[in-house]
Nanobody, 123 residues
Framework: QVQLVESGGGLVQTGGSLRLSCAAA????????MAWFRQAPGKEREFVAT????????IYSDSVKGRFTATRDTVKNTLYLQMNSLKPEDTAVYYC????????????????WGQGTQVTVSS
């Protein structure tokens, strides 16, 4: 069982940056692939980024590639999402999630979810 708590969301202007954090409770953080998804009002939850158990492999959605970077700190049991060059269309609730095994881009393959953190990008 993994408990996930996101933080770091907020209001930022177009072109600004934010860093989201996801603190994982439990001693098995390094055995989980981690990911970020987001959900805007009236839209389905969409994949943002995923990172492998050892941090050596990442996949990004086309909409954030080159602007967002996912990293993880196994000492602090924390997942991060550095978001640069933010756009109004990045406005959403951002969720972190985990799964045992390899990385994946489908939400239904993930087991544990945080409560989400709101990111709002003003134009």
């Amino acid at each position: 069982q993994v408990q996930l708590v996101e933080s770091g969301g907020g209001l930022v202007q177009t072109g600004g940056s934010l860093r989201l954090s996801c603190a994982a409770a439990g001693r098995t953080f390094s055995t989980y692939a981690m990911a970020w998804f987001r959900q805007a009002p009236g839209k389905e939850r969409e994949f943002v980024a995923t990172i492998s158990r050892d941090g050596g492999a990442t996949i990004y959605s086309d909409s954030v590639k080159g602007r967002f970077t996912a990293t993880r700190d196994t000492v602090k049991n924390t997942l991060y999402l550095q978001m640069n060059s933010l756009k109004p269309e990045d406005t959403a609730v951002y969720y972190c999630t985990s799964r045992a095994g390899v990385i994946a881009t489908r939400a239904d393959l993930y087991d544990h979810w945080g409560q989400g953190t709101q990111v709002t990008v003003s134009s």
